[in-house]
């Protein structure tokens, strides 16, 4: 029977990473994971210690207790790089620019940044773009709250159908909302003051039931 210490942990985990097979994983990745493989080590170390076992990280036979740290060690790695990749193909598609309703969606742009600039609109009496930004902002606070994924190749028909399949309690309202923004975005109405106060009487119930699930979140 052999003994496994804290350092002999380390010497395993250092020649799997240093091994030809993980050569390709960028130097960020492998910092990260050598950190992972190191804690968990030092925190192996302190279990057995502990439970009055001495350095012991395991005691098996040598051959046995090897294959067991390369699958140990295998597995952080796996898992640690699948998080990563993950969190970093969020991360880019965050940062991705879109362009929705013409208008270009860039890091650092909020919702509330298309709802001010809607109030803007409406100030100076073109409504029809008050309406069409404040729809913008509508969708970019939906997909900051993850309830939906804003896609520039997306119809507004698509949008209601992933609010449907979500059980969103609000679809009803998002409908109507949808109606009258395709009308005065798409239709050949006159959108005056009075179409905006129809507007106005269906998007604010919207924005209040998003805001309250938002803060009940």
């Given amino acids: 029977m052999k003994n496994l210490t804290y350092e002999e942990f380390q010497r395993e985990a250092s020649n799997i990473l240093n091994s030809r097979e993980y050569a390709h994983l960028k130097r960020d990745y492998m910092n990260v994971i050598k950190k992972i493989v190191e804690k968990i080590g030092k925190w192996l ?44 193909k969020s991360k880019d598609m965050s940062l991705k620019e879109k362009n929705i309703l013409g208008e270009v969606i860039k890091e650092g742009i909020t919702s509330d940044t298309f709802r001010n600039r809607a109030k803007e609109m409406e100030k100076i009496g073109k409504y029809k773009d008050s309406i069409r930004l404040e729809f913008i902002g509508l969708l970019l606070k939906l997909d900051e709250n993850h309830i939906l994924y804003l896609d520039e190749t997306k119809t507004n028909y698509e949008f209601t159908q992933e609010l449907r399949n979500k059980g969103v309690s609000y679809t009803h309202l998002f409908i109507n909302v949808v109606e009258i923004f395709n009308e005065s975005h798409y239709g050949e109405v006159h959108v005056d003051s009075n179409y905006f106060k129809r507007w106005e009487g269906n998007i604010n119930p919207l924005w209040n039931e998003v805001l309250k699930v938002e803060e009940e979140v």
């Fill in 45 to 88: 170390e302190g279990l057995f210690e502990n439970t009055n076992m001495g350095e012991r990280v395991m005691e098996v036979s040598e051959p046995i207790s090897k294959a067991i740290l390369a699958l140990i060690i295998i597995a952080i790695i796996a898992l640690v790089v699948l998080v990563l990749l993950k969190f970093k």
